[in-house]
């Protein structure tokens, strides 16, 4: 067994299974659609049809796909992020520690969802997604989120590396997407701004903090959405060993979570 066959058996994501869902071979993400508000995971242990507890995901509440649910037709296995009792302005999540059952008529998958529409700047530093979805809506009034792109000044700062020599932090920060050694070129997410009508924020520097070599290519990166109110952010960035997966998810304009975890190549 190869090093990334191991990688890929102990996930706890088992990404190879993601084929069997279709539109979600790239990106394992889905989230709470109900119009009723909420769906309820059924939590087992051991047999998965002993159910121990019912666990109420709210609307716009994500999740990660792992597989179809062992003898169900109508039921997703997912992983989630146990929620702390005192919610805070944002939290960034890079383990996910609670799974079960969900229906799938209460959800949605990102790739399924209507899609913003992504335009590179002229200086080849931002790019703008923008909600083009309803043609009624004057262009300018339309829903926006700005990822700005720049050199970083990560080799001004102070780093600690792993046993085996691996960059591991940055400012007593983790990183994500490094190696051994920073590249010449290295690049980071200086800011990501949404622009809505009557609303709008910058994402707090917990968000971005440490996100390197973030990718540029639109087939990596998404902006989608299930109404107004709940809007979703990803992008696969790094390369090889050293890539890794981010999601965001943005509440009425702000930025209130991030799932984030590596998924080597």
Not at 105 to 125: C, E, Y
Not at 179 to 191: A, H, N, Q, T, V
Not at 209 to 218: A, V, W, Y
Not at 230 to 251: A, D, P, Q, V
Request: charged share 30%; no cysteine.
């Amino acid at each position: 067994m190869t090093f990334i066959h191991k990688a890929i058996y102990l996930s706890v994501f088992i990404i190879s299974s993601f084929t069997l869902m279709n539109a979600q071979n790239k990106v394992p993400f889905g989230v709470v659609k109900a119009e009723e508000g909420y769906a309820m995971v059924r939590v087992h242990k051991e047999d998965y049809r002993k159910i121990v507890d019912k666990i109420r995901m709210k609307r716009g509440d994500v999740f990660v796909y792992v597989k179809p649910a062992p003898g169900e037709t109508e039921w997703i296995w997912i992983k989630y992020p146990e929620k702390e009792e005192l919610p805070k302005p944002f939290v960034r999540y890079d383990s996910l520690n609670k799974e079960g059952m969900v229906n799938k008529g209460r959800i949605a998958f990102i790739d399924q969802l209507p899609k913003f529409t992504p335009v590179l700047s002229k200086n080849g530093r931002s790019i703008t997604f923008t909600d083009n979805n309803n043609q009624k809506i004057p262009t300018a009034q339309r829903t926006k989120v700005v990822i700005d792109i720049y050199p970083s000044s990560a080799k001004f700062k102070k780093q600690e590396k792993d046993a085996e020599g691996n960059i591991v932090k940055i400012d007593k920060q983790k990183t994500w997407g490094l190696g051994k050694e920073l590249p010449e070129d290295l690049k980071e997410i200086k800011s990501v701004r949404v622009q809505q009508p009557g609303r709008g924020s910058v994402f707090v520097r917990e968000a971005i903090k440490n996100m390197f070599n973030p990718t540029m290519d639109f087939d990596n990166m998404g902006v989608t959405s299930i109404d107004d109110d709940h809007i979703f952010l990803y992008m696969i960035n790094g390369s090889g060993e050293n890539r890794y997966i981010t999601f965001w998810t943005i509440k009425e304009g702000r930025a209130i979570s991030q799932i984030i975890y590596r998924n080597p190549e």
